[in-house]
């Protein structure tokens, strides 16, 4: 009977708690739902519409036939059409991978790098981590533009130091020649978001205890391996956090593509894509669908990097 | 109960208070309606002195008729204004009230624009009948044509004469002569020299570019009249085998990321030999400040080698008023000032931006300030306008595909003729039945 009580109070203060909680939740919850679920919503229904911009109220439901569907030409011939069925948007996915990729592996090696030097002692240390900062406090589309003024071919000061140098013998066309479009890009996004990644690993490494270290030195274990042995799985959590954030943001590029090499096949992501079908050819629901595989695209690969992330630990225990 | 009796004082109170605010509110709200009465938006590119231009008659029209217009810019590309203008007629945005149209957005925007044609009836018949065609959609005009364009072929008379070398009639001279001027100057240390500059970046500028060196071959206009798709064709792949041997020869590499203002930057820097450019580029050029100031003359187009035309494409921009508009009467008013023949001629002799009356190339004033206009006449009538009437709302489509070709060809990605079969392709599936 006392223990019955007992658990009914504690089931009461427990339901009185819950209510509670989903009380404190629901505005963020509403929030959410209004300002990202919504629109996901309808991108995703326009993508199975055939609505167009100068009418959107006019759109009519067409199931599946934007992501792929098949004609029949009179001659007999079939053809398939739509998005799975395009090869500019393989392209584009391609273009989005690689970049994510490439981008990514090398801003945590120049941010770890960078967030090693950082965390040594030297005169004038705050000064030098608030300067790293200052390119990625440059919003994008002024940097983009700064660089395609840097990059030009024949005022830009990237040829004329170059060449300078000597490592150019005459001007390259950075933003135009297709071998180096994409090159160009990179770039830019490397020396953008490389002080984000610093950043991240810093505040990791800050947080390690000193006496590992001090252990690793009495027992004269060189730096090369204390760095691989002690300090990269100790920040291997803030590591994997940093390298989720810049993956997706990677993954739907845009802003700094649109000014640097604009309408340019070479350097089109998904992003990219995306906007030129819904706003400037008359295919918005084309390029809601192309939405809609963008967000499942990258909805994917967070789900890959978080269980991949945390299956890591365990196995090394 | 005194309490409750406390509170419910407190509750009349603060009741009193809030319709009191409520009330200011108001009077704050409508002072503000009413300023707005007088405040409406426009939103323009702007390329070279545009801009500049554009304030002075806004300045001059609140003179006239107190209303403020205030100006949202956008990017020089026109292929980016589009894709914003899109974006805020879609939303049925009422911030913006009119709007700076390129010549070839008409049939696609249609439907976001009021019908411009009761309101301008007496001035019509003045108007260039293929820019009026261009602006009017199912019997609906919907924007009123401020400036029109026409490319030019400009040159360097003082680097002509010292090779005594003609003004080039035909592409194929025009190439050889930019070789001998730029291997000569470049022997004589002027290596920043270049042979000929134009319009390369993927957008809608290539489109025009592209479209002179096929039309002056005699390789057709894309898509034709009927809606045949004929850009697949020998000569399109000669012209731009042509072209893509300049690249890198007589032409930067990077003329394939040159707009408009890029390729003036290097001609008016005196980079250039031969400029493929606008008649805007000409007043700029003999600028107090320019270092080609008196260097330069213009020409039309060179036409192709088997006495082919020279044929520029018309541009040009318009001016439309927004259907979403809170204050259509006052943009009818603006739209009709910046259009109307005092501005028009004001704007040729200050920025040489082409009339679209036709009154106007016989005025005298104009023939003394900026001789160019009258020159550019010929040009003007010469000019054939892109496909974006038979292609309607797939224009933007049409004519990205067909810059990505040549894009792609110039750059030596793909063959001319690779990239023109596969484009013809990729038409003909977005043609499907029928434009």
Redesign the interface.
Known sequence: MRADGVAGRMSVLLRGRRVTVLLFLTPMLVTLAAIAGWPLLRTIWYGFTDASLSDLDAARFIGFRNYLDTLTLRSGRTVHTGLLADPAWWHAVWNTLRFAAISVSLETIFGTIIALVLNQRFPGRGLVRAAVLIPWAVPTIVSAKMWAWMMNDQFGILNDMLMRLGLLSHPVAWTASPDTAFLAVLIVDVWKSTPFMALLILAGLQMLPRDVYEAARVDGVSPLRTFFDITLPLIRPALLVAVIFRALDALRIFDLIYVLTPNNARTETMSVFAQQNLFSFDKFAYGSAASTLLFLVVALITILFVTLGQLDPERGQ | MARVGRVQRGGWGSIRFLAGLFLVGLAILESAAAARAAEIAMVSGSVGSDLKTLRHFLAEFQQKTGDHVSVVTMPS?S??Q???Y??W??ARDPDIDVYQTDIVWAP?LA??FIDLKPYVKGRLGDTFPTILASQTVNGKLVALPMFADAPALYYRKDLLEKYHKPVPQTWEEMGATAKVVMDGERAAGNR?LWGFVFQ????EGLTCNALEWMRAEGAGNIVEKDGRISVYNDRTVKVLDMVRGWIGTIS???????QEE?SR??WQTG?AVFMRNWPYAYPLGNSADSPIKGKFDIAPLPAGAEGGIHAGTLGGWSLAVSRYSRNKAVAVKLVKFLSSKAVQKERAIVSARLPTLKSLYGDPEIAAKQPIIGRMKIALDNAVARPSAVTG??Y??VS?DF??AV??TL???GSAKDNLELLEAKLQ?LKGVGW
């Open positions: 590309s292929t980016s589009f894709a914003q899109r974006l007629l879609a696609q439907s976001n920043r390369g970046a993927a957008y930067p590499e990077g003329v394939l990321s040159y890029e930057g290097v980079n709302t797939d933007n489509e990205a810059w990505t894009h792609n750059a030596g990605d599936r």
